[in-house]
């Protein structure tokens, strides 16, 4: 069932309007579906340290943020962020639509949300990382990213 308005695009990549074809409960399930962990990035960077005989929590719920990597003897926390998300891009996002669009709303909240969690972390003595994930998934810039955990992990 069809229940949505047109899909507008601004030429930019972002859609303003969507159409959406399913009713809300059908939509409901499908976002529920959408995976929160081992992303693609997630787990090349798991593969990674694994192979290099690193030892690490994935997912590791006892820290604020539950870090995707983390040591927790240490007090090292890694965060893997995805782009959209996490707002890579949410200066643009804001400058663009201001703050009255909706997903400059959820976006500026779920980075606002970031920050903090981090800074608590840190003032809980804990060291924090943080990439992103088209980091680690672009081929030209991986070795770089996953060498980048890698050193902040055992430094």
Known sequence: MWSGSLTVFDGSGIIIGMADM???QKRS???????????RAELLAFRHLR???IYFQKHYRRALGCPDIALPRRKKAVFIDGNFWHGRSYAELLEKYGEDN???EKIGKNVA?????RAQLVADGW????VWESDINRMRTRGETLASIERFLLD
Do not use: L
């Open 51 to 53: 192979r290099r005989k």
């Open 127 to 130: 060291q924090v990382f943080q």
């Open 29 to 39: 399930e499908i976002m529920s579906a959408v995976k929160g962990k081992n992303s």
């Open 22 to 24: 399913f009713d809300k």
């Open 102 to 104: 909706f997903w400059t």
């Open 113 to 117: 949300r970031d920050r903090a969690q």
